[in-house]
C-alpha cells in the first residue's frame, strides 16, 4: 500500500480545518435560532394561520418567478452559452446587475415601473390589475433578484453539452427548435434544475425587494421582520426557526431527489 504524501496530508488536514470552521460559521446560528425557538414556540407557531399563510405564500410565489424563469430564462441560457453576438458582454451584464444591486434600491427601481403610476403599473391599474400590494408584486420581486442564479448555472450547463450532438441531429433533420429541445435541454436539465432550485430558495429569502414593492400580503420574511420591530425578538424567534427547519427539509430533500452532477463526462458522453 503506497502512503500519501506528506504533502499531501497536511493540506488536507489544512483544508478541512479552515472548511470547518466556515462551516461552524454557516451551522452555529442556525442551530442556536432552532434552540432558541424552543419546541413549544414551534408547536405554538404552526397553528397560527397567518404564519401558515405567509409561508404559504411565499413558497407559492417563489414556484411562479422560477417557473417565469424556466420559460423565458431558458433559451437565453442557450444563447448565451452557444452564440457570440455583439453585445453579449453587455447582456451578460445585465442579467448579473441584480447580484451587485442592494434589494431596497431593487424594490424602488421596480416600484418606479410596475408601481400604480408606473410605466408597466399604470397600464396594468386602469384594468383593476395591481403589481403593489399583491402577489404579482412578489413574484416581480423575486424573479428580478434571483433569475441570475437560474441563468448562470442553465448557460454553464448548456456550455458543458458538446455541440457536436446538436449538429449531429441538424444533419438527420431536426431543426433548430427540435435539436434544442431534445438534445440540448436533456442534456443540460441537471443544471437547470438545480439553478431552478438555487432560484426558488433566493427568492424564499427575499426580503428588500419585496417590502418596498408588495409589502402586502406578507411573505414570511415580511412577517418576520414585522413580529421583530413590533413585538421583540422573543415572538420573531420561533417563526424564524420554523422557516430554517422547513427551509433545510426541503433542500434536503431535492438535492436527494435531484441527481448529481458527476462531472463533464456525464455531460459529453455518458449517458
Given amino acids: ?17 479552515l472548511g470547518g470552521l466556515l462551516l461552524l460559521f454557516l451551522l452555529v446560528p442556525l442551530v442556536v435560532t432552532v434552540w432558541g425557538g424552543g419546541w413549544s414556540g414551534l408547536a ?26 424556466l420559460a423565458l430564462g431558458t433559451p437565453l441560457a442557450y444563447q448565451l452559452a452557444r452564440r457570440d453576438f455583439p453585445g453579449k458582454s453587455l447582456v451578460e451584464g445585465l ?7 442592494p434589494h431596497t434600491a431593487a424594490g424602488i427601481a421596480l416600484l418606479m415601473v410596475f408601481g400604480r403610476h ?9 384594468l383593476g390589475l395591481f ?3 399583491n402577489l404579482a408584486g412578489i413574484v416581480v420581486a423575486m424573479l428580478f433578484v434571483s433569475v441570475p442564479l437560474f441563468v448562470s448555472s442553465a448557460r454553464e450547463s448548456f456550455a458543458l453539452v458538446d455541440a457536436r450532438l446538436e449538429h449531429v441531429a441538424r444533419t438527420l433533420g431536426a431543426s433548430p427548435w ?45 412577517l418576520v421582520y ?13 417563526v424564524t426557526a420554523l ?15 435531484l441527481p448529481r452532477r458527476k462531472g463533464a463526462g456525464t455531460w459529453r458522453g455518458e449517458r
Fill in 44 to 69: 405554538r407557531v404552526v397553528r397560527q394561520l397567518e404564519v401558515l399563510r405567509a409561508i404559504g405564500i411565499t413558497f407559492l410565489a417563489a414556484l411562479i418567478a422560477t417557473t417565469i424563469a
Fill in 243 to 257: 422557516l430554517i427547519i422547513i427551509s433545510l427539509a426541503i433542500l434536503v430533500v431535492l438535492r436527494r431527489v
Fill in 178 to 222: 427540435r435539436s434544442f429541445s431534445t438534445v440540448a435541454v436533456p442534456l443540460a436539465w441537471r443544471g437547470i434544475m438545480a439553478g431552478s432550485v438555487l432560484m426558488w430558495a433566493r427568492g424564499i429569502s427575499e426580503f428588500g425587494a419585496i417590502v418596498i414593492l408588495a409589502y402586502n400580503p406578507k411573505t414570511i420574511s415580511v
Fill in 226 to 238: 414585522e413580529l421583530f420591530t413590533g413585538y421583540g425578538l422573543s415572538t420573531a424567534l420561533p
Fill in 1 to 17: 500500500m503506497t502512503r500519501e504524501p506528506t504533502g499531501r496530508r497536511s493540506i488536507g488536514w489544512i483544508s478541512w480545518v
Fill in 95 to 101: 442579467i448579473d446587475i441584480p447580484l451587485v444591486i
Fill in 118 to 126: 408606473g410605466i408597466i403599473g399604470r397600464p396594468f391599474a386602469t
Fill in 131 to 133: 403589481f403593489t400590494d
